[in-house]
Structure formats: structure tokens, C-alpha cells
């Protein structure tokens, strides 16, 4: 038979670092002590407040369908959540709740963005943005950006990619893969020239609460109404509260666009899961105890890595801002980033994730979401393999 696949779906990458997890997994299915450093996820517990909220709503059998956009209780705690955080002002029909923040930047690109249309993204990006963009029929323009300037765009860089096609700019600070965070200025400068151009803003702010060293989160659609106008927020429960498998995250939006979002998600998932919905209430109105303690867990983590990294030959790495992950620079070691993580995953039996998945192919991805054991057993192991490599 032969199978005709839609244009849509065989202009898909296939996922690089896939070949990387599943020969690391099947090393460790093989008895071998894998150490990964490939997890996009917190190593920590979801709260158990929010569990138990989750389970009591089972309990109480609120097991049926709710409206496709979110319970009105949960788009109001997260209008709340804006209001009180970034001090937005966002009526609760701004607000649709999606399956995971993954899902809620496909929303806003589908709804937003067809044939003809180009979407600027700042690489190293989040490998997803771009293949959804294509999945929208539309065109992304990537911006190369490199460790020399923390992995930021300049606001001459974004007003040189815009053109009257230009739809959407995508913005993720604190960023995945790189931990980089813009200062409240560059948002400002970056913001400025979108709303000039009348270009959208989707802004991923998913890991706006894991920050180190001081730096500030400040959300663009803050900067002012016309901002506001021109900006969709994309978060979610994943990072901050470590819900990864929950599948819950949020768009906040202009009007029109949410209705359109919610049209979008009405006819394809229909609502999040019922009862994990009342799990992500409680994590917004609940208490933020756990916060602290993860943050000063990962700073802990960051800084040793860090270090660690900068005194092996061949590397270099700016140090993270925020979110989990390091983004250490290989240039030198002669290799790209597959052959890299290939021969140390072979060799050293360490997981880590080649730049190249996300559009940087001087660099790997290592997330310190693991344990500190870990992280001094891997970056041993690194260490060894780079010194092991010819200059
Ligand atoms: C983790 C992540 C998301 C959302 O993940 P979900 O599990 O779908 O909520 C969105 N953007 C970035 C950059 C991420 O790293």
C-alpha cells in the first residue's frame, strides 16, 4: 500500500533527539548506568495540596465535560494570577485553558497564522515552534543569535526580519534551551518595535517563576495598552508546579483571538481533563511554599554545573538566567552538537540533547532537573570525554 501522507504533516522534522532518548533508554533497559541530562522536566513531586484537590474532584465525580475553554473557577484564578503577577487586566473569556502550554502555542499559531504568513523565532528555539508554524501552512524565519550576546535577539535584528508578511513574533524568557533571560529594557525594545509594525506577540512566559542572580520577569503585554493589543501570553502548570503529565496550560489573549482560540479547541480537544482542572485551581490560589525550595535547588544545581563546565577543555558556557537548562557552547571540541552527543552518550554513557534540535548546532542542552548525584556523576563523565577528545 502505498500511503500518501498530507503535505502538512511530511514537512515535519523528525525529532533529533528522539534517536538520542531511545538509545538511551535502551541502554538502561540493558542494565548500563545512563546518567541524562535530557529531562525538560522538574525532578520534583507535584504539591501534594494540588494532588489532593485533583483527587477529591474525582471523588466528588466532576468527571463530565466542562465548557472547551476551562472552568470559569480556573480561568478566573488565572485571570487573578496576571493581575496579581504582571498586573494585567484580563477578563476571564481572555483566558482559554488548553492540554499543556505546548497545546496552547499551537492554538494561537493555528488561529492566528496560514499560507503566506511569517513568523519570526529567535533560535536557539523550542523545537516545537517551528514544525507548528508549518503545520499552520506558514513560514518560519529563524534569527540566529549565539552565546556572545546571551542568546538574545537585538531589537535591529527583529526590525530587519519584518516584513509585511510577518504575522507573529515568538518570545520565550526565560528561554528553553538556553535559560536566557531579557531584561525588562530589551522587552521593552523588542515590544516597541512589534507594536510599530503591528506585529503579534506570542509570549511563552511558562518559566517566568524560575529566575536566579536577581533577574526580573517582566511580561511584555505590561508595557502598556497598546502592548497588551498586540500580545497572547502562553503558559502553563508544567514548570512551576512541576505538572508536566497533567496537560494544563493557558492562553491569555485579545478578545477576538481568544474566541477564535476557543473555536479552534472546541472542535479538536474539547476541554482539559475535568478533575486535573480543579488540581491546577488549587495551584494558583494555594500556597507557594515550594517554590523557594525548588529555586534554590536548581540554583544550587546551575552553579556547580556552571563551573564545572567552564573548566573543561573545549567548552564554554554562559551561565542561566533562568528555567533549568545550561547551554554550553562545544565550538571548540571540533564536533557538532549530534556527533557530540552521540559519542558521549556511546562512550560515557551521559545523555544530553544536541543543539542542533534546537536550530544551534555549536552547542548541547543539559537540564540540571536532576539530582545533584547526577550532575556530579554526569559532569565527570563529560569532563573525561572531552579531555579524551584531540584538540
Ligand atoms: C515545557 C514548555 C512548554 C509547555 O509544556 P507543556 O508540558 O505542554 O505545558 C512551553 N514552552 C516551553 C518553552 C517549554 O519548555
Redesign the pocket.
Known sequence: MNYKISHRAASLAPSLTLAIDSKAKQMKVEGLDVVGFGA??PDFDTPQHIKDACAKALADGFTKYTPAAGIPELRQAIADKHKRENGLTYKPSQIIVS???????YNVILATCQEGDEVIIPAPY?L?YPEMVKLAGAKPVILETSDQTEFKVTPAQLRAAITPRTRLFVL?SP??PTGSVYTPDEIKALGDICVEKGVLIMS?E??EHLLYDGAQHKSVASLSPAHLEHTII?H????AWSM?GW???WCAAPEPIAKAIDAVQSHSTSNPTSFAQKGAVAALTGPQDHLPRWLAEFSKRRTYAFNKLNAMPGISCVNAKG?FYLFPNIAKTGLKSAEFCAKLLEQEKVAAVPGIAFGADDYIRLSYATSMANIEKGLGRIENFCRGLKP
Open positions: 525538560g522536566e492540554c499543556g502550554g505546548k497545546h496552547s502555542c523550542w516545537s520565550n528561554s528553553n511563552d511558562i518559566y502562553v502553563g502548570f508544567a514548570k508536566t496537560r494544563l496550560g528555567a
